[in-house]
């Protein structure tokens, strides 16, 4: 299985130019590579293969005055562009053929250097390096100050460097786990739970306990509110708006960062106590679209539930999903039988049948568990977890001991 671990990297003014100077020229390949191909099918032209767009927008091109700069950064850097536009263009047909799941992915558009996402990846052809003093050593770029908050458990088979729009550099290696070693330094358990997701309460588990939604955009509203109105009021184009743009991006890049903080450590400690969990298939784009909009995205359930995911499948835990038109508020946990819908301001109420007295979440959380087979398999439902893609690691994890830092 294939993991991400992120870590912050500060890179000085020299460094920071020469990674500028790499992103230009690969967002540079990236876009003569997509105008090769547009300018193909308007001809009426096959498309050219990826050895050919290597030949005709790297080797030849450095031998132009045009483009002779892109000889100054690594090449892997530009063949690793030239890939993305390639995985962007499998990604646009495989989603027109419908072989693609998720929504409908477009033609891939040309790059702009105001993007507020700048990368670049080096793969192990690029003989990049972590120096004996913890720096990462990238070439043509240099040794860049690495903050490591944790221990690379095996050698990573590629890096990424990414600037966000806060201006923060990212390293990000991809890690290929061990299974076994993985499920080893899990607690054995033989405890389920039901998760019913909220906003009230993020999250209500069915032995009881409620977990209090954080809402950090809504804490953080006020402050974001002074620094766009502070934005809006400095001239287009100018270094004032600009500083106050990178001022918005940072005060957003922070709650983002609280968020995802919470996320890990909540889908770690459930990893951790729980054999099996149980949740929701909610539908969160739909919910989106609601007057709730603001709240539901302030709660970042799809990204939650991701992490559940791929936790489960790399520790060997099972993660079960129900489908969203399960009556799981409707229900009485304790008889069965269906009481009909209630509007949400009804947080109480008792059951026509049997007269128990119910907590609407902690009800549906029960429910959840019922109906994916929890309740009665100790060790949880007969589902294999399957690989998923490679994903962040838990940033700041307080489940497990992490050992000496990198040197």
């Not at 054995?188 to 950090?216: C, M, Q, W, Y």
């Not at 951790?272 to 149980?278: D, G, S, W």
């Not at 399957?386 to 497990?400: C, I, M, N, W, Y």
Request: proline share 4%; glycine share 6%.
């Amino acid at each position: 299985m294939q993991l991400r671990y992120s870590f912050r990297l500060y890179p000085d003014t020299g460094q920071q130019q020469a990674l500028a100077q790499a992103f230009g020229c690969a967002r540079v390949v990236f876009n003569d590579a997509v105008r090769a191909r547009e300018d193909a099918r308007e001809a009426g032209q096959p498309f050219p293969t990826a050895g050919q767009l290597s030949t005709r927008l790297i080797t030849e091109a450095k031998r132009t005055a045009e483009r002779s700069w892109l000889g100054e950064v690594s090449a892997v850097v530009l063949q690793q562009s030239l890939r993305d536009a390639e995985t962007a263009y499998r990604n646009f047909f495989s989603s027109l053929k419908g072989t693609r799941k998720g929504p409908k992915v477009g033609t891939p558009r040309l790059k702009s250097r105001k993007d507020a996402r700048q990368s670049i990846r080096f793969t192990a052809n690029a003989r990049w390096n972590i120096t004996d003093s913890g720096r990462l050593n990238l070439p043509k770029i240099g040794a860049v100050k690495v903050k490591w908050s944790r221990t690379l458990p095996t050698t990573p088979t590629s890096v990424t460097v990414i600037k966000d729009a806060a201006g923060r550099f990212f390293a990000s290696f991809v890690i290929d786990t061990d299974p076994a070693a993985d499920q080893a330094r899990m607690p054995e358990t033989d405890r389920t739970t039901g998760i019913d997701l909220g906003l009230t309460h993020f999250a209500v588990l069915s032995d009881g306990t409620k977990i209090d939604s954080p809402r950090f955009l809504r804490r953080a509203e006020k402050k974001l509110k002074k620094a766009q109105k502070e934005q809006s009021r400095k001239q287009k184009g100018s270094k004032n708006r600009a500083k106050a743009r990178l001022k918005v991006a940072r005060a957003h890049a922070k709650v983002a960062d609280a968020r995802r903080e919470f996320h890990h450590q909540l889908s770690t400690k459930l990893i951790c106590e729980n054999q099996a969990i149980a949740v929701e298939d909610l539908s969160v784009a739909g919910l989106a679209r609601t007057r709730l909009a603001k709240s539901v995205h302030d709660a970042g359930w799809a990204s939650f539930i991701s992490m559940l995911e791929y936790k489960t499948a790399r520790y060997g835990r099972t993660l079960v999903k129900i489908g969203r038109f399960t009556p799981t508020s409707q229900t009485c946990s304790t008889c069965g039988v269906k009481d009909g819908p209630k509007p949400l301001n009804v947080r109480e109420w008792t059951c026509s049948a049997c007269g128990t007295v119910h907590d609407r979440d902690t009800n549906a959380a029960i429910n959840v568990k019922t109906a994916a087979g929890l309740a009665v398999s100790a060790c949880g439902a007969p589902v294999r977890p399957e690989p998923v893609l490679a994903q962040r690691e838990e940033t700041g994890s307080r489940g497990f001991p992490t050992g000496n830092r990198a040197a």
